[in-house]
């Protein structure tokens, strides 16, 4: 059976973030056949392309994780209806120096998670509109703009509520079948 290695990027720094949360829960729900590494983004110096050719240890680490990945699974916060600025620069180092795009053709999945109404759907789309330009084939449907409440998860760390824990298994299943078709 084959193996997929997943890359996990969450868009937020905080240890008890709820998107870093979202994204333990959404790893219990994933086949037997996926392993999933958290990727370290908060250790990047800010992105200048003065330092193309001559890359910091963490940058060179991130770049070989994301080519080591069969996937990528982006959670993510959303931060003044876009991004944060930390996953801006990562994806801006992973992408660099022109010509050798570490993200190009790895499948993706797009989720997020807020205390609003609508989630963090502006900043799932801002994240959409840059990975179709970095060449990143990326599961359009179903979409998953996540609020969470108290209780979202239990003791153990799994999705709690039978409603959400079904709808992210869907989920899950639709990108595990993604990346199954994607990756090479």
Known sequence: MPHYQIAVIIGSLRRDSINRQLANGLIQLAPAEFSFKVLEIGDLPLFNQDCDEHPTA???????????????????????????????????????????????????????????????????????????????????????????????????GAIANDNTRLFLQGWMDRFAAWVKLHAG
């Open 58 to 156: 963490s940058v060179t680490r991130l770049k070989n994780e994301i080519a080591a990945a069969s996937g990528l699974l982006f959670v993510t916060p959303e931060y003044n209806r876009s991004i944060p600025g930390v996953l801006k620069n990562a994806l801006d180092h992973g992408s660099r120096p022109h010509g050798r795009n570490s993200w190009a053709g790895k499948p993706a999945g797009v989720v997020g998670a807020s205390l609003g109404t609508i989630g963090t759907a502006v900043a799932q789309q801002h994240l959409r509109t840059i990975l179709a330009y970095l060449d990143v084939p990326t599961l359009g449907q179903p979409e998953a703009f996540i609020q969470i409440r108290d209780g979202f998860l239990n003791d153990a």
